[in-house]
């Protein structure tokens, strides 16, 4: 066993007999939650040296740690997660697990981290040349000037000067 979960409020424990476990309200979960407002698959649990970390799976009602919502994010032991409105204590020894040395860094957020850091903060307000004339040669228009609109083109789906002679 791995650890447990231990209802806040009383009832039985949850034991953690994997070391990836989905915890749902579907009966093909490895934790099923039969609760009307835990989605079908609510969050993934997964061991990682030593650790538990939780992975919210674009849950309805959220997963939350400690009160605040979470994406992902390590649950440390005695911390409290929430599946929905459902409390349960974390309880588990690292050390046990083949922890070893401090805790590892956090991970809340770092998928959007490294999507934003990757990024120029050009490309990022939409001004990067590069990307706007790739745009164009893809068959889009991002500017005023020769866009969908522009009259001084005759082309489709533009307006015809009425100055303009024939």
């Known amino acids: 066993m791995y650890g447990e979960m231990i209802p806040v409020g009383g009832g039985d424990t949850i034991p953690l007999l994997k070391t ?27 061991l ?9 799976m674009n849950s309805s009602n959220g997963t939350k740690i400690n009160g605040t919502r979470v994406d992902e994010k390590r649950i440390n032991p005695g911390d409290t997660i929430s599946v929905a409105k459902h409390a349960y204590k974390f ?22 981290q490294m999507q934003i850091l990757g990024k120029s903060l050009l490309e990022r307000a939409g001004l990067d040349r590069k990307a706007r004339e790739a ?29 303009r002679p024939v």
């Open 135 to 163: 745009g164009r040669e893809g068959g889009r228009e991002n500017s005023r000037e020769g866009g969908r609109y522009d009259l001084g083109n005759d082309k489709g789906g533009n307006f015809r000067d009425p100055n």
């Open 20 to 46: 990836e476990l989905l915890v749902g309200r579907r009966e093909t979960c490895d934790i099923c939650l039969r609760f009307a407002n835990v989605s079908a698959h609510h969050c993934q649990l997964s």
């Open 91 to 112: 309880d588990y020894s690292p050390a046990d697990l083949g922890a070893v040395g401090p805790p590892p860094p956090e991970t809340q957020g770092m998928a959007e």
């Open 48 to 56: 990682r040296n030593g650790y538990w970390y939780v992975k919210d």
